[in-house]
């Protein structure tokens, strides 16, 4: 039996020595990679904390003390070692293990994540609550060099250190070098300037016990050498910044030896004030493929464990994704306004080609969404024309960003939301269920969905060219195989689309949602009924004219969207409605009801969710028999 097959919960590693654990490393690193090369998954990071994760389970006293992964994904080696080893095979799989940590999900999860740069301001919550009810334990959030871009990382590190010294609060920054791809920004040249932390360590523990044993003046002269010790340490560790918040700093230390870290980690345990340990570790540590190409195996489908190669055969049909990056380096071609802005991730959107071919153009601008729209809106100011691509899940922590500093003043800022609606096996954090209820409330903002990746073509052509403030919102995965246009024309905005025309039943739908629509018209049509389906385009403005004059022709009106029905599209709809007076009207709205979305493949939610072509059928059916023809 190996080791790993021993532990049932944290407790059965605190009796094993160095070598084992060791050994439960290994273990752990092959489990991971064997799951996750058949359900995919979040690899480089999550290898690259193993050591860090064993560390940390074998000192402190997990769930008495809390422990919170920033971002999470980072968590399997964490839920292996807390019970939820034999079904760890269920990974990111429907009904199975999430791939963040959930509070739900065990009590050895602190903290739901799934967004980064949290852990800090949580812990902190936490550390003060347990104050609050007497409670002495530990809190520890583990936090990425990458997250620390982010602006509420250094808020919550601003609060903690600032009338909070007495909270037991210890970070974790796991340094390295990377986000998704390779850092970026001042921050993290800053944390790169490494230095031998072992002699570094032992070095001012000596010298300190030095000073304190000299004879009258030995405790004078060591607080003098302790104040004068942060010009040194300016110099040869990031320690300046982090004591500036007032945390004990220690580290650089090596996240991979264990020895080194449990140490340290005990001699900490005992500090009652907020401390910082710097721990710089490898992504994908222990993976030969995961360490050579640790951006490619961030997030990965499945692969072979042999090669590193991806299963299955390459898709000829483009994704949604590759479909935005090459026009928008056909764009940047002839216009050179055209700006792209991303935050950390330029292969994830689309745009490794375009900061290839435009390096002065494109802007990376780390894990920072806020920063990132009020950064474009400035260019925008200055006569450009910026495209800010970032995921629908993360826009959501720039709404005030939309709404004060770019359609305030209907600066022409493109908004390109990749993977809009339901995404997958990442789950709850990361559907794109709501952008449309929180664009579409904001003036001066234009807001659409493309059929298909042709469509998404024309919308960018025409998003480039539009005055003011607009956002085109598209799913991940592939496209429809649908051919391209060479010189994709411009929409006009606000014009929907009829697609099929007959007086049964009206489908007015949205985005990704159309081609269901087309399925179940023809599956209706099978059956004698005769379906008209709208392709609408436009969630702000809609075309009202068009969608009130078939509405008072056909009475029997489905709306269907990839998006929560409250706010959303179909709201829209009921909305213009009833602006226009229109009655006699009998409507049903398909979309996602008040719940948050589980993980799981997108096929089979959209079908538990009702937002497939069949749920599309069965809503005909019963409208008609409850308005019959």
Known sequence: MSILEKIESP?????????????????????????V???????????????????????????????????????????????????????????????????????????????????????????????????????????????????????????????????????????????????????????????????????RKEFGEFLRNLPKIGDDIYQFAKRSEESFKAFVTPGMLFEAFNFDYFGPINGHNLEHMIKI???????????????????????????????????????EVETGVCRGTKSPIPTYTEVFGKIMVKMAETNKKVIAVTAAMPEGTGLAEFSEKFPDRFFDVGIAEQHGVTFAAGMATEGFKPVVAIYSTFLQRAYDQILHDVCLESLPVV????????????????????????????????????KDENELSRMI?????????????????????????????????????????????????????????????????????????????????LDSELICRMAAQIPRIITIEDHMLYGGFGSAVLECLSDAGITGFYMRRIGIADTFVVHGPQDLLRSKYHIDAASIVQAAEDLLKKCPL
């Open 11 to 35: 407790k059965d590693i605190k009796h094993l020595d160095i070598s084992e654990l060791s050994k439960l490393a290994k273990e752990i690193r092959k489990t991971i990679v064997d799951v």
């Open 37 to 203: 090369s058949i359900n995919g998954g979040h690899l480089a990071s999550s290898l690259g904390v193993v050591e860090l994760t064993i560390a940390l389970h074998f000192v402190f006293d997990m769930p008495n003390d809390k422990l919170i992964w920033d971002v999470g994904h980072q968590s399997y080696a964490h839920k292996l070692l807390t019970g939820r080893r034999r079904q760890f095979h269920t990974l990111r799989k429907y009904d199975g293990l999430s791939g963040f940590t959930r509070i739900s999900e065990s009590a050895y999860d602190a903290f739901s994540t799934g967004h980064s740069s949290t852990s800090i301001s949580a812990g902190l919550g936490i550390a003060c609550a347990k104050q609050l009810k007497n409670e002495k334990n530990k809190v520890i959030a583990v936090i990425g060099d990458g997250s620390m871009t982010a602006g509420i990382a250094f808020e919550g590190l601003n609060q903690a250190g600032d009338i909070h010294k007495d909270k037991d609060l210890i970070v974790v920054l796991n340094d390295n070098d990377m986000s998704i791809t390779h850092n970026v920004g001042a921050l993290s040249s800053f944390l790169s300037r490494k230095f031998s932390s072992k002699f570094l360590q032992e070095w």
């Open 265 to 303: 980690m005990e001699n900490i345990r005992s500090i009652n004030e907020p401390v910082l340990l710097h721990v710089t570790t490898k992504k994908g540590k222990g993976y030969p493929p995961a360490e050579k190409n640790p951006v490619y195996f961030h997030g990965v489908g499945s692969f």
């Open 415 to 450: 908004f390109a939301i990749d993977r809009g609606g339901i995404v997958g096996e990442d789950g709850s954090t990361h559907h794109g269920l709501f952008d449309f209820s929180y664009l579409r409330s904001i003036p001066n903002m234009v807001v659409m969905a493309p």
């Open 461 to 541: 052509v025409t998003a480039i060219s539009h005055p003011g403030p607009i956002a085109l919102r598209y799913p991940r995965g592939k496209g429809l195989g649908v051919c391209l246009d060479e010189d994709p024309a411009p929409l006009e905005i606000g014009k929907a689309e009829i697609l099929t025309q007959g007086n049964d039943i009206l489908l007015l739908a949205i985005g990704r949602c159309v081609s269901d629509a087309q399925k179940a018209e023809q599956i209706l049509k099978e059956k004698g009924l005769h379906i008209s389906v709208v392709n609408c385009r436009f969630v702000k403005p």
